[in-house]
């Protein structure tokens, strides 16, 4: 499609969305980032109900800026009793080094996929734009938040999954390169040779589809901004650069990491069950980034959480996930505005 | 480094490299490409000596304008029985299939590295142009080689091998995305997670080296070439596009494929013993794109070979590197000049 920015359609001054970033940041950094012009998210996967409504009270109460509201539209998996044996059997060794016992293994996944209750806790504040990652949830819920006029955003990871998007009417579809942080969005195909590098997915998308196309993953400095714009991209969405902004919760240990000397990331689904892009660390390194023996997203964060926190009591980020981009670069520890102001610079 | 284009260093007057890519072309490709004001490339790993100095000869009777000749600098393997045994097992039942015998597997490897005699061979030529895959070969290889004025390229796929490259006298260094087709150029590492998508290696590499830094990997279209200019580039080296030219050799069967259904490539070692971007096909689907028990570059080769030419002789593809970035939106069955000059417009 020609060339129209996000601006108009998500009424924001800078076609900068901050990606949301479960686990490393709340309301804070997207109220930051929103007052500054951009378009601040909140990552609602991990939050409990209760959390959610004050993230979103906190919001309304300090911007009266647009702000986007993100979910994961998983399906919750059945668990598997045998490949859970599995995954701790791998683990055990780690349990022993850090005296811990695989009866502190707490139930529960900690990420709930977007639903009716849901939907029913946002009635109160009805946010101009709803993001979601894993393709879309049911059709009826989408069409509610539709009709209060919220704007349906979607991650794509291949041409297909950007069609199939906008085929169900999403306003703009991120298109979300290999080289992003954190999870991919990926969800008509677990291949992980779909997935492609920004310039060969984006012109690919702005090409096909007639929606704007946002640009996700190594957008980190203002070149690469202009950049993403010559490739027709109507905005981008950052998520790295923003790691270090004191408003970001990032863990002492991921700012560490993020600063530090490894080199590089790459994708692990030790953390959650799903490939998402980190920074290597202990355990990526000696059970391999990617397990076959690794329960379903998201049930293997279950057993992974108590090494992780032992290991940061202690300052370890060796079973931390160290989300983050192929790129670091724009990473700085300055306030949001700062950097939402420098990208378009 | 400020952006200063590569036209002035190599003498040409568009920023445009035709992407060496041995097996599909010869000098005819190299020769169009030069007289349209870009680089042309000759890629010379699977030419014997006779073969070069033909196509060298045929290159400068045909153009008086600079050319770029292309070598690969592995170190070449020690044969392993156990390896070379194992694959041919896992080959076997294709061997029948097709009534083929293992015995038909030829000696030799196909690929030779760059050596004294090659360059005794490129005397009578001194190209203007040579650039390297897999690193380096021997300081005083290279040093004779810029005696005569030759400059000389060299590709990498990380940060610390630019850098490696720049420190070691290049004059330009070409930045291989993963979404680049063919073999990946890496050569300090193994491990295919330090592979970065364009968006990602080509700023940082921007931002590190004081010499130029040419974009590879899935640039198929003129904004494609003008985002590589933003975040930097001091040009451009373009593969996939030219694939279906005239000017190529691409056969019959890859040419179909190019143009086919299949939506996506892989990295895949079966074909060579390292990794190379290919479209998924049969034998890929089958043994999976990269196996264990595949033997070392480029001895691989070797037992897929007969394989290869009995399906080819059946139009059939299902053994042939059908090598390919990303982004094959760029692919045209136009004369290269055309190519050329699109990529300017």
């Known amino acids: 499609m020609s060339k129209i920015l996000i601006n108009d359609l998500l009424a924001i001054d800078k076609p900068i969305i901050q990606a949301p970033m479960a686990g490393v940041q709340g309301s804070e950094l997207a109220i930051a980032v929103s007052e500054a012009g ?54 055990k060794p780690y349990y022993d080094q850090l005296g811990l016992s695989l009866n502190d293994i707490a139930d529960g996944s900690g990420r709930r996929p977007f639903d009716a209750d849901t939907l029913a806790l946002l009635n109160d504040f009805r946010p101009s734009v709803v993001s979601f990652h894993f393709g879309l949830p049911d059709e009826a819920l989408v069409d509610q938040l539709r009709s209060w006029g919220t704007k349906i955003l979607s991650s794509a990871t291949t041409l297909e999954e950007a069609l199939w998007l906008e085929e169900r009417g999403v306003d703009a579809v991120i298109a979300q390169g290999l080289e992003a942080g ?60 923003y790691l270090l902004c004191p408003e970001a919760t990032t863990s002492a240990v991921h700012r560490q990491a993020l600063s530090g000397a490894e080199p590089h990331t790459a994708l692990t689904n030790l953390f959650s069950g799903r490939p998402a892009r ?34 940061e009591a202690q300052s370890s980020s060796d079973f931390s996930p160290l989300w983050a981009g192929q790129n670091r670069s724009g990473c700085q520890a300055i306030p949001a505005a700062e950097i939402t102001h420098w990208l378009m610079s």
């Not at 378009?39 to 309304?60: D, F, I, K």
């Not at 980190?220 to 905005?235: C, D, I, T, Y």
């Not at 397990?291 to 997203?297: L, Q, R, S, Y």
């Open 38 to 91: 951009g378009l601040g998210s909140l990552p609602c996967a991990m939050l409990t109900p209760e959390a959610l409504v004050n993230a979103l009270t906190q919001l309304c109460e300090s911007t009266t800026k647009p702000y986007n509201v993100n979910f994961f539209c998983h399906t919750s998996p059945i668990p598997n009793l045998e490949i859970e044996q599995r995954w701790q059997a791998s683990l």
């Open 182 to 241: 954190g999870h991919r969005g990926m969800f008509l195909t677990e291949d992980l040779s779909t997935q492609s590098g920004l310039f060969a997915l984006l012109p690919q998308c702005v090409d096909a589809l007639s929606i704007p196309v946002i640009a996700a993953g190594g957008i980190a400095n203002p070149k690469a901004v202009k950049a993403a714009m010559a490739l027709g991209a109507a905005g981008v969405q950052v998520g790295t650069s």
């Open 278 to 311: 980190g920074i290597v660390n202990r355990v990526m390194r000696e059970l391999g980034p990617l397990g076959d023996a690794v329960p379903a997203f998201p049930l293997a964060t279950a057993a992974i959480a108590p090494l992780r926190a032992a290991a």
